[in-house]
């Protein structure tokens, strides 16, 4: 499983997949989560704007990332 590495939480999922470069643009991540290609703790997740937090778990193009704290 992989890590990012987030200095402020919550952070929004989209903003999450823009920002670590996981698609290609904001516009491309809210696709993604509408069309249910993203899971949030297992779950799939069509919220956009989805808050996140340390420990949460999210899967995206068959990949598991683990959100943790920047030390």
Known sequence: M????IN????????LLKFESLVASG?????????GLVKVNGNVETQKRKKL?????VEFNSEHYIIALAE
Do not use: C, F, H, S
Not at 27 to 35: F, Q
């Open 2 to 5: 992989n890590k990012i590495y």
């Open 27 to 35: 516009g491309e991540a809210k696709m993604v989560i509408e069309n």
């Open 8 to 15: 402020v939480a919550p952070i929004e999922l989209n903003k």
């Open 53 to 57: 937090n340390i420990g949460d778990n």
